[in-house]
């Protein structure tokens, strides 16, 4: 009894011995997938080649592909194509031969860009129990435009300014269809009040440009006005770019560009009140009036007065501030030497004074005046001799004919 079981152990065990020893030896022998790196939305072929590393044959081999990450609750950011899917039947594989298997897999368009790893399994008889790690990069292909440049920095209340706007795609793949604009000319608070911006877009909302490649510049420019009511700062401009990458898929950024507003003032001159006129060998006062015609203040301003044709002293002279519609007179003289020539001279006035921020600021004026010869000079006297002379000898003309008429109506005194 004993024996006849032993002898029936015995013939199960050697039975037994040729499904084991005849086994094959799976091993991936390498993978690859293709774009390398993988794009975010897109694609990618994924091939792993399964190596039988032994005398016998494989039965029945498979391939598969693990997508979930460790510790993640769903395969993201990886899925299988819908008609491939992740597991690939090989059949049997021959001793010391490979065969190949070949995954669509897509990769979601919100991946961030990073290392993923994806298990690549393999086994006989339809059961996979080999796992081994390949690591797989996403790295966005997208475009992605910048904000290079932006001018003028500075523009005066109420008055209109032209952006010239530079802008680069510093992405991976081209921008197309892209529209640039400057954001929207008011706001409203959680409260519901309704804010007017400052900087109001002129003329079309936006720039249209066809399509811009990845390290391509693009110029455009951008006409605005600063509202009157402006408070003199420095401001952020938005400017909105709207685009569509080669999957039409839709991109909205809002970059900012710099710009100080200012209310300028805007410092012009005249002369008056020119006492005698000017006019060769001769010493004149004149009246120069510095007025602020512009919508800011100048401060700490001082002017300083030359000519092309007199000497002048004093030649410096302090205004103080003067704020918009105001003005300032000052008296000034001129000495015309002899040898001047008659005809249009000119005064210069530099007026320098300090903006709204503090800033120096210099602008120069030019008055124009006429300076007679000296003979029309003394000849401008209102009452010349030969006038005095001409008159008198009329008045004693006219008495001498009255005494005569009044003789002839009373000949007998």
């Known amino acids: 009894m004993n024996s006849a079981s ?33 794009i975010p939305g897109r694609s990618m072929d994924f091939t792993v080649h399964i190596y039988n590393n032994s ?25 299988p194509d819908s008609e491939g899917g992740t597991v690939k039947q090989l059949g049997n594989l021959p001793a010391y031969q490979s065969a190949t298997a070949k995954f669509r897999i897509l ?24 796992s081994v790690p390949f690591t797989v990069r996403i790295l966005s292909r997208k475009p992605i435009i910048s904000l290079e440049s932006s001018s003028p920095d500075s523009a005066a209340i109420g008055k209109m300014v032209t952006l010239a706007v530079s802008i680069r795609n510093t992405g991976s793949s081209s921008a197309e269809g892209i529209s640039i604009g400057i954001g929207e000319d008011r706001t409203v608070t959680t409260t519901g009040a309704v804010v007017e911006r400052s900087v109001v877009p002129l003329g079309a909302a936006s ?65 008056s009140g020119i006492v005698p006129a000017f006019s060769q060998g001769e010493k004149s006062r004149a009246i120069i009036n510095v007025f602020n015609s512009g919508t800011g ?23 103080g501030s003067l704020s918009p519609d105001e003005s300032y007179s000052f ?23 300090k903006d709204a921020f503090g800033e120096s600021r210099t602008v120069e004026r030019t008055i124009e005046v006429d300076v007679l010869p000296a003979a029309s000079a003394k000849g401008s006297d209102p009452w010349p001799a030969y006038v005095v002379l001409a008159a008198g000898i ?10 005569n008429r009044k003789k002839q109506a009373h000949p007998g005194n």
């Open 6 to 38: 032993g002898a029936i152990s015995l013939v199960f065990i050697l039975s037994m011995l040729p499904v084991f020893g005849l086994a094959g030896n799976l091993a991936v022998s390498s993978a690859n997938y293709d774009p390398a790196p993988a």
């Open 55 to 79: 005398n016998y044959d494989a039965k029945d081999v498979i391939a598969e592909l693990g997508l979930r990450q460790s510790d993640a609750y769903s395969d993201f950011p990886f899925s």
């Open 107 to 130: 990769v979601d368009p919100q991946a961030l860009d990073g290392q993923y790893t994806i298990s690549i399994k393999a086994g006989e008889d339809g059961k996979a129990s080999l």
């Open 207 to 271: 720039i249209q440009i066809q399509s811009l490649s990845p390290g391509r510049d693009a110029n455009v420019e951008l006409p605005a006005i600063i509202n009157p009511g402006t408070e003199p700062k420095a401001y952020f401009i938005p400017i909105v770019i709207e685009f569509y990458d080669e999957n039409k898929v839709k991109y909205t950024q809002t970059e900012y560009a710099g710009l100080k507003v200012s209310s300028e003032a805007e410092l012009r001159a005249s002369v």
């Open 297 to 319: 203040k100048a401060r700490l301003a001082s002017a300083r007065v030359s000519s092309d044709f007199a000497g002048m002293g004093p030649q410096d002279y302090y205004i």
């Open 331 to 353: 008296e000034t003289e001129a000495s015309v030497p002899e040898g001047t020539a008659p005809g249009k001279h000119e005064f210069m006035l530099q007026i320098d004074y």
């Open 394 to 403: 009329g008045a004693a003309f006219a008495w001498f004919i009255a005494a």
